[in-house]
């Protein structure tokens, strides 16, 4: 590499933030212990979510499980390579309750791995309980193996939040009041009220306050899985966690990895920051919708010949119709990635219907609209479940491993 991705001044700010909450070893040592379920589930409790966690306990039992479908249906696996499933639109404890239920009185859907809720780092969002009570019922009660959560740079915050942070680093960040006490990063490039989804722009020194925002979530939660939207925020997360090994990032579609070029690019920041014993913070990659099943299949194995510890690669097979082409459909896409013998994670934005709210402005509703929407919303995640367990029922069929939630397993 010709020249360093961060300066001593970037190095010196990163480390101070990371030393303000007690260094790497306190952060991880705090989101394992957070991320019990005992523990999760009393601080759930105290805040008013405790009967919500009893209805996800009551729906869990009486979840199908993957086993039966394999003995009922034959399947063998024959196929090198294996499926891992995952659904976006996890928006909160209340929607996922509501779909939760539903799935359990459909009755054979296997639930997703891998989990995504991209609901804005409000301080409603990630202290009032409602975080920890979705990572209750996702991680503890179904098992996914992954929960992401969503750190959005726009996210109004309270003023004493930026202030700390410029206090600790030496930086400063231009926003605007946005009243109540709250203050919000001035994005350059967002012209209409959730334009570049309220915040993937990272200007200048923002991404110290991605790193702030997420290691809050984390120690008040046990959050240890974030989106990561921005080429600065990869770098700067791959820095910062790299002393904390808790913590993992998924790199969104959104930042254009649409071919090997790009790929290239992100296993070069990897290999910079990989940690003392060779892992590293990333832990999956979504390959943009431009991207054919030969380029994915190219990125895989240019990925597994790289020397790199493993790292997941994941596509949309559907996406909300308001993100790009409504009748986008990459199914037949990820059975040639399959054929071809790789691992792929099939991933859904929407399950390719268009129905109310299953778009980007469902992202971005107040705490309260959420809640008041939590029905309608919980119906696009049912049947984002219920799309994804079809196929991914189709791909094992075809001789490929599939992989689902822990609730929907024996093990």
């Known amino acids: 590499m010709h020249f360093p991705f961060l300066s001593p001044k970037d190095l010196k700010a990163i480390e101070a933030l990371r030393e303000s909450y007690g260094g790497g070893a306190e952060i991880s040592r705090k989101i394992k212990d957070l991320g019990i379920y005992d523990t999760r589930k009393k601080a759930a409790g105290d805040k008013g979510w405790g009967g919500l966690l009893e209805q996800a306990e009551a729906a869990a039992k009486t979840l199908p499980k993957v086993e039966d479908f394999i003995a009922k249906e034959g399947i063998k696996k024959t196929r090198e390579g294996v499926c891992t499933t995952q659904v976006s639109g996890f928006q909160g404890a209340r929607v996922t309750v509501e779909a939760l239920k539903r799935l359990s009185d459909q009755g054979d859907a296997l639930l997703p791995a891998e989990m995504i809720s991209v609901v ?13 009570a979705t990572l209750a019922i996702t991680e503890n009660v179904l098992g996914a193996s992954k929960f992401c959560s ?16 410029e206090k600790i680093t030496g930086e400063t960040f231009e926003r605007l009041d946005v009243g109540n006490g709250l203050s919000q990063i001035k994005l350059k490039n967002q012209g209409t009220g959730f ?4 915040g993937v722009e990272i ?41 904390i090994p808790a913590l993992s990032f998924k790199i969104s ?9 790009q790929l290239r690019m992100l296993m070069n920041i990897v290999k910079e920051y990989l940690r003392d014993d060779g ?21 895989d194995r240019e990925l597994r010949e790289s020397g790199l510890p493993h790292i997941s690669l994941a596509a949309h097979l559907r996406i909300n119709p308001d993100l790009g082409r409504a009748d986008f459909d990459w199914t037949e896409s990820a059975h040639r990635v399959f054929e071809a ?20 402005e469902a992202y971005f509703l107040s705490d309260a609209e959420r809640k008041d929407k939590a029905g309608l919303i919980g119906d696009v995640l049912y049947h984002k479940c ?26």
């Open 120 to 132: 804005p780092m409000t301080e409603d969002y990630v202290y009032s309980g409602n975080l920890t």
């Open 150 to 165: 969503t750190n959005l740079i726009g996210t109004p915050l309270p003023e004493e939040r930026f202030r700390r942070i």
């Open 195 to 198: 334009g570049n989804l309220g």
């Open 203 to 243: 200007g200048n020194n923002n991404h110290l306050v991605y790193l702030d925002g997420i290691t809050r979530a984390a120690l008040e939660t046990g959050a240890s899985f974030f989106l990561n939207p921005s080429w600065s925020t990869i770098v700067a997360a791959c820095c910062y966690a790299r002393e």
């Open 253 to 261: 579609m959104l930042l254009s990895t649409q071919n090997a070029v």
């Open 279 to 299: 892992t590293t913070p990333i832990y999956e990659i979504n390959i943009g919708n431009a991207a054919t099943a030969e380029t994915f299949v190219q990125c």
């Open 341 to 360: 013998g790789c691992d792929l994670t099939i991933k859904y934005e929407s399950d390719g219907t268009s129905r109310p709210y299953d778009t980007m």
């Open 386 to 411: 219920l799309r994804c367990d079809r196929d991914a029922k189709d791909i094992m069929r075809k001789g490929t491993e599939a992989k689902f939630a822990r609730i929907s397993t024996r093990a």
